[in-house]
C-alpha cells in the first residue's frame, strides 16, 4: 500500500510564492510533509500562512469558498446544496463543516458582520479537483445566484492554494478562518476519511444557460422571507 503524504506550504504573500521555478522577486515557498495528518494538525498550531496545494488530478474531500454571503441565507444555501446533490445521484446526507472569517471585504465596507467568509468541505463525499470544479459550475448554472459567492477558482488548476483554518492571509491579523463546525482534519482536503464516498462518475459538466434578469421585487421578498427563517431558526 503506497501511504499517503501530507503537504502544507508557508505562503507569506500570493504574488511572491511559489511552488518551483522562482523568478525573479519571488521564493520557493517552505514546505511541511509528513505521512501522518496528526503531525499536520500540530504544526497548523504555527501560523505561518499555511496552504494546501491543489492539483486538478488530486482526489479532495467535496469543498467550496464561500465569499460574502449575507449570513440568513446560509439555510437556503444549504436546503439547495442538499436537492442539487440529490439531483445528480447522491444519496449520502451532506456531512458539512465550515469556518468563517469575519474580515472580508463586504464586512469592512459596510462596518457589520453580516456576511459570511468561509470554507465549505463536505466530509463525507470526495472527487478530484478537476471533477469538484465542473460540479460547482454546475450548482452556479443551476443556482446562477451563487455565482460571485461560491469561488472555486482553486479547484481544477494545475496548482491552486486553499488557506487552512488557524492561519491568516499574508500575515494580516484578524484573517483568519475559525472553525465553526467540523475539526481542523476535516479541512486538510487530501485526508480522505473511510466514509468519503467518491461522487467522481456522478458529476456531468453543464452548459451554462443563459442568465434571465431577476426581478428586484421577486428577490426583496425572497430576502424578507429568508430573514423572518433564520428568526425561528434563532
Known amino acids: 500500500m503506497i501511504s499517503q503524504i501530507y503537504e502544507i506550504y508557508s505562503v507569506p504573500s500570493y504574488l511572491g510564492y511559489v511552488l518551483e521555478n522562482p523568478k525573479k522577486g519571488s521564493e520557493i515557498a517552505e514546505r511541511f510533509s509528513s505521512e501522518s495528518y496528526k503531525n499536520i494538525i500540530k504544526e497548523l498550531k504555527n501560523d505561518k500562512q499555511y496552504h494546501l496545494n491543489v492539483r486538478k488530478d488530486d482526489m479532495l474531500k467535496v469543498n467550496i469558498d464561500i465569499d460574502g454571503m449575507k449570513k440568513y441565507k ?81 479547484l481544477g488548476k494545475e496548482k491552486g492554494w486553499f488557506r487552512l483554518p488557524k492561519q491568516t492571509k499574508e500575515g494580516v491579523a484578524g484573517t483568519k478562518h475559525e472553525i465553526i463546525a467540523g475539526e481542523m482534519k476535516y479541512f486538510i482536503l487530501h485526508y480522505i476519511p473511510k466514509k468519503c464516498v467518491n461522487i467522481d462518475h456522478l458529476i456531468i459538466p453543464v452548459k451554462p444557460k443563459e442568465e434571465k434578469p431577476v426581478n428586484p421585487e421577486f428577490e426583496k421578498n425572497v430576502d424578507e422571507k429568508d430573514e423572518k427563517l433564520v428568526e425561528l431558526l434563532d
Open 74 to 154: 446560509f439555510p437556503n444555501f444549504k436546503t439547495r446544496l442538499l436537492k442539487y446533490f440529490a439531483s445528480i445521484g447522491v444519496t449520502e446526507d451532506l456531512d458539512v463543516s465550515y469556518t468563517k472569517n469575519n474580515n472580508g471585504e463586504k464586512n469592512i465596507e459596510t462596518n457589520t458582520k453580516d456576511y459570511l467568509y468561509s470554507h465549505f468541505t463536505i466530509i463525507n463525499l470526495c472527487a478530484t479537483s478537476s471533477k469538484q470544479k465542473e460540479l460547482w459550475e454546475g450548482f452556479i448554472n443551476k443556482y446562477p445566484q451563487y455565482k460571485d459567492i461560491c469561488d472555486h477558482k482553486h
